[in-house]
């Protein structure tokens, strides 16, 4: 089985290191006859951003098929959000490709890893509506105590905006230089002219 090792570390100055991961995930490839077609690391990148260069790499690679499964130390060595997590995986299910997590013994190849991807999955559906019911009672809250919801409306000087036209701007412009849309521009030129 063509396997990809990915592997993380927060900090590469608080003596973390990569290598005790790679390590095991060597010796469990050996062990189970499986070819490694390639190691992803990503050193002092934190497991919250969005961006991981090599996990990056991996995802894309993944979806070129060049691998058939992934290996990873442990679950939060990958997956940045339980959400994050579940996503990955059903894009791997998807495209055929197994997940090994070696310390949490959980492989999606057998039916007690697809048992607990899906308890993974409820789990990750239940903290989406919990979150959602936050918002909601939230946006309640605010409402009845009569703040406003949702983003400050942006106010143009017309007068400005007329005086920048016949400067010879375009809308484009203004906007590029007022840091607005171009139909919010365009919106507030003709209501003066109306």
């Not at 007068?159 to 365009?186: D, N």
Request: charged share 30%; hydrophobic share 40%; with cysteine.
């Amino acid at each position: 089985m063509r396997t990809a090792l990915y592997a993380r570390v927060s900090t590469s100055d608080k003596g973390q290191d990569p290598e005790m991961q790679l390590r095991e995930l060597r010796e469990h490839c050996q062990r189970r006859g499986w070819t490694i077609i390639g190691e992803y690391v990503d050193v002092g990148v934190s497991g919250s951003k969005d961006s991981r260069p090599e996990l990056n790499k991996l995802l894309a690679d993944a979806h070129r098929r060049k691998l058939d499964a992934v290996l990873v130390w442990k679950l939060d060595r990958f997956g940045r959000s339980l959400k994050h997590l579940v996503n990955s995986l059903a894009e791997f299910e998807s495209l055929g490709i197994a997940f090994i997590s070696l310390k949490e013994s959980l492989d999606l190849t057998t039916p007690a890893g697809r048992l607990m991807f899906g308890i993974i999955s409820a789990m990750a559906e239940f903290e989406r509506d919990l979150i959602r019911e936050r918002v909601r009672a939230g946006i309640s809250n605010r409402r009845a105590k009569g703040f406003r919801v949702g983003r400050k409306p942006i106010v143009l000087d017309a007068s400005r905006l007329a005086t920048m036209r016949l400067e010879g701007l375009t809308m484009r412009e203004i906007a590029l230089t007022l840091r607005c849309s171009r139909s919010l521009v365009h919106k507030t030129l003709s209501e003066q002219a109306a």
